[in-house]
């Protein structure tokens, strides 16, 4: 073990190691007035010690983190392991770790294995050691806090990892769109969103682009004063504080960007200007749902070209099957190597309509539909007549378990070893081979 030691973060005694953890953890100030507020991402903190509880305790109630769902519990490493064995993890994982340095590297290899894909891990420690802290930010662990810490100095540290200027994008986009107009799209969008804040816990933003005619309002039984047609014409004084303003609250995960469904504007806006919003959006929440209707624009292009995952709606005729045809092969064109776009046959099994076999339908395009909708016009007439999701109707659980799946796909927790997924996993594994 090296005999160097950092500073706690906020200790000015040794210039030269402050300069060293500031390099590693990125710009921010200790400043409580430079300190921006988080966005809405999940925090589970696991506090060995009453000091570090109390310090958690009190900077939850602080506004800057109002949009945060911070939960503390007694514990450290070993206990987030055995909680988080069966249960997806939050955007970020504050840990106590009162170990020896080796004991800490044997549990970072046993936590690798239960964190999913995105999480990141904040470790408190009380151990002041240099060589320990490159060791720790090089195996994927995001920032290492030696105790004691303040609730300044805590509350700064989170923020930095996600309103700096450096941080990463918050946020994940995803794009639906409909091969035709009228085949569903928006109805499995705003579900899937549902699906992604109910059953993997996540804050979504759903987003309705279509302005003259988005049902974003009415699917969710929401009929706010604001609307995305307010973002619109605030142009370029459009910023965070002001998007979070034009916001409307659905649940404690769940925010929507309404469209006023007015005619009184067109559909030709700037494509410069809405991939700038979703930027914004990005840095608000881990997933922002992208409702776009079935025009064809610079700017509704530009928001499917530039989303991290892309669903495609369908009805199983032959004009839906030439329309997705065009769409993947425009897709696969300008997205390579990226993920290839999720497709989604709906309305399957109607009644007196003839139709192309699902089954038909995927061979045609070289590819399987991720989920087959079946056609139950009851189950979904009936919540959209309530501004209710299918899962809170109490039937349709077949339905449900579709778009369930469908999300933790597209949030990476889907039944498959979390190993693969893990975040810092390959890190470890890189090190492990250089030994």
């Not at 009453?50 to 109630?61: F, G, L």
């Not at 014409?233 to 769940?254: H, P």
């Amino acid at each position: 073990m090296s005999d160097q030691t950092i500073p706690a973060i906020g200790f000015e005694d040794d210039p030269e190691l402050q300069a060293f953890q500031q390099e590693l953890s990125g710009p921010g100030s200790n400043d409580a007035i430079d300190i921006r507020p988080l966005p809405r991402v999940s925090i589970s903190a696991f506090c060995e010690t009453p000091q570090i509880q109390a310090t958690i305790d009190a900077i939850s109630t602080d506004r800057r983190l109002s949009r945060v769902h911070l939960k503390s519990v007694s514990g450290g490493v070993q206990s987030a392991i055995e909680f988080f064995s069966d249960t997806p993890t939050p955007n970020l994982l504050l840990l106590e770790a009162n170990q020896s340095y080796e004991m800490l590297i044997e549990d970072l290899d046993r936590l690798a294995e239960v964190c999913d894909v995105g999480t990141k891990v904040v470790l408190i420690g009380h151990i002041n050691d240099v060589q320990m802290y490159r060791d720790l930010v090089r195996r994927g662990v995001s920032e290492y806090i030696v105790a004691p810490v303040g609730q300044i100095e805590l509350i700064q540290a989170l923020s930095d990892l996600f309103v700096s200027p450096d941080a990463e994008p918050l946020g994940k986009t995803v794009a639906f769109m409909g091969a035709k107009g009228g085949v569903g799209s928006s109805t499995m969008a705003h579900n899937i969103g549902w699906s992604i804040t109910t059953s993997n816990q996540q804050d979504v933003i759903i987003s309705d682009f279509d302005v003259a005619f988005g049902t974003a309002g009415l699917d969710f039984n929401e009929d706010p004063p604001q609307s995305i047609a307010d973002a619109i014409k605030a142009g370029e004084r459009l910023d965070d504080q002001y998007l979070e303003r034009l916001l409307t609250r659905c649940s404690d995960r769940l925010h929507l960007l309404t469209a006023p469904a007015v005619l009184d504007n067109t559909c030709d806006y700037d494509a410069e200007f809405f991939v700038q919003m979703v930027e914004l959006l990005q840095n608000s929440a881990p997933y922002t749902v992208l409702d776009l209707p079935h025009v064809w624009t610079d700017w509704s292009k530009a928001l499917l070209m530039g989303a991290d995952e892309i669903v495609i709606t369908a009805v199983p005729d032959l004009a839906n099957l030439r329309n997705v045809k065009n769409l993947f092969d425009l897709i696969d064109q300008e997205r390579r190597g990226e993920r290839p776009p999720h497709l989604i046959i709906n309305q399957t099994g109607m009644q007196k309509r003839p139709e192309i076999k699902p089954k038909d339908f995927s061979a045609a395009l070289e590819r399987d539909a991720y989920i087959e909708v079946p056609f139950e016009p009851a189950v979904f007439g009936q919540a959209a007549n309530n501004g209710q999701m299918i899962s809170e109707l109490g039937s349709g659980a077949k339905l449900v378990e579709l778009f369930d799946n469908l999300a933790s796909d597209i949030t990476g927790r889907s039944e498959a070893p979390k190993t693969s997924k893990s975040l810092f996993a390959p890190l470890l594994q890189k090190l492990k081979k250089s030994k």
